[in-house]
């Protein structure tokens, strides 16, 4: 963890470099400012018919750690919109749903 994932409408998806960059981005914002480790990051694209709201959706799931305070979790938050703004020019509603480690299971 964290997992990020973006839903973005089917006929908006950015080209390959854009999603580069920008899984790049999201990478360093979660290496940096979440200091989770590189192996735990996932990210993910999603390309969805969009029905209403913002055209874009970000929903992160994060391990709940002393340093991710809210002030962590909204810098992290606004440079993950300043990401998204830049490399898909779209507008996106991003929600984080923090987990305690003691109500994790996972595989792989």
Partial sequence: ???????????????????????????????GILQAVLENVHIIYVAVHHGRGHPAYVEVKYRLEPNRTRSAMDAFMAGLDEAITRYTGLTARIRCFGHAASTLHARN
């Fill in 1 to 31: 963890m964290p997992n990020l994932t973006l839903f973005i409408p089917a006929e908006t998806i950015p080209s390959a470099a854009n999603l580069a960059s920008l899984t790049e981005r999201c990478t360093e914002l979660c290496t």
